[in-house]
């Protein structure tokens, strides 16, 4: 008997690691599949339909993969897509991350127009122009900058492709680093191999070259010094955030909600809007030393190319109901963030800090 029951124990843990095993090989498979639409993108991503069932298919593997290896986790089957505790994830993830976002390096098809315009800002920034004072320019600075490196170096749309796979490669780093440290809980440790293989960052950086994983990288060191209790240091990298793509700065009141005295609040703002206002001097002092002083990221007399004009220019031709519309989305906003920014949500709930 008591032979049989210890077959019987063995035949179950030869079972269990068995499933373990097939439901690893069904991750890996399903990762391979998610491969396949990128592929095909470099061939059909010029026509529209076939680009958008392509897309279609993809966001649904996308998903029943991101399912199946939160079902791993959940019965705690590690796999080295998700076990960030160790160096070799990093590795495999960073394979997963940029295989797939190479595929249209050396393609000529695109499906924005950006890259190109990016090459035409460079240009007129090696003729001498500037940014908001001599040409439209509807970006915040930071971005401007990659834009006149990548003019002097490489000129070229694969060069825009290269540098924001390189910055999404670093956000998956970064993702998996403050995994291992802690600083994402034990269920969240998915998100490194969600960002990976998410399909609308892969056509962003590797098909379009845009500049989000610019943005994304210095946001979420923002978010790592805030919740390692140095706000001045992250309120520096969300002003660098935002100077590179302006969607970064509406989740300062989110940030302010960690950060739990009211000193270091101010600090964090303070840094924050001193660091993005900053950013645009160097493009202001080539012309201040031609004689024309103008305030940082604005334009030449008689032109609208200025930082402001192309950001919220569009409101002077709104009708009443909009600017009625807006003013009420302003307020409402400043209101919470003075609400975040004065609460001591933070010194209650939390008063020794996350010191991660």
């Keep these: 008997m008591e032979s049989i029951g210890e077959s019987e124990r063995e035949y179950s843990r030869f079972l269990v690691r068995f499933l373990m095993k097939r439901e690893r090989m069904l991750l890996l498979l399903a990762v391979i599949l998610n491969l396949v639409p990128p592929l095909l993108l470099r061939f059909v991503g010029g026509s529209m339909y076939p680009f958008f069932i392509v897309v279609a298919i993809w966001s649904a593997l996308y998903i029943l993969t991101l399912a199946f290896a939160l079902h791993l986790k959940r019965q705690r089957m590690e796999s080295p897509l998700l076990d960030v505790s160790e160096k070799r994830s990093s590795i495999v993830l960073l394979i997963i991350a940029v295989a797939p976002r190479l ?5 000529e098809v695109v499906i924005s127009l950006d890259a ?5 800002f460079g240009k007129f920034m090696s003729w001498g122009d500037m940014p908001y004072a001599d040409f439209y320019f509807p970006y915040p600075p930071v971005f401007g900058y990659f834009i006149y490196a990548i003019m002097l170096l490489a000129p070229s749309i694969d060069s825009y492709r290269v540098l924001a796979i390189l910055f999404d490669a670093a956000v998956v780093v970064i993702l998996s680093e403050m995994a291992r440290r802690g600083a994402i809980r034990d269920k969240m440790t998915v998100v490194p191999f969600a960002y990976a293989m998410l399909p609308f960052s892969i056509i962003e950086s590797g098909f379009n070259g845009h500049f989000e994983p610019i943005a994304n990288l210095l946001l979420l060191i923002s978010i790592w010094c805030v919740l390692r209790q140095r706000p001045w240091l992250g309120g520096v990298f969300l002003g660098l955030s935002a100077a590179t793509k302006v969607y970064t700065a509406f989740l300062l009141p989110l940030l302010l909600l960690v950060i739990a005295e009211r000193r270091k609040k101010a600090e964090f703002i303070t840094a924050a809007v001193l660091t993005g206002y900053l950013t645009f ?7 201040w030393l031609r004689g024309d002083f103008l305030l940082p990221g604005t334009a ?9 004009d192309a950001l919220i220019g569009f409101i002077f031709g709104l009708e009443p109901l909009h600017l009625v519309t807006i003013a009420l989305v302003a307020g409402s906003a400043i209101i919470v963030i003075v609400v975040f920014t004065l609460r001591p949500f933070a010194e209650s709930k939390n008063p020794g800090g996350n010191h991660i």
């Design 300 to 308: 030449m007399p008689g032109l609208e190319t200025g930082f402001f």
């Design 103 to 107: 595929a249209w390096v050396g393609s």
């Design 116 to 120: 190109l315009w990016y090459i035409d």
């Design 281 to 287: 001097i160097p493009f202001s002092v080539p012309v």
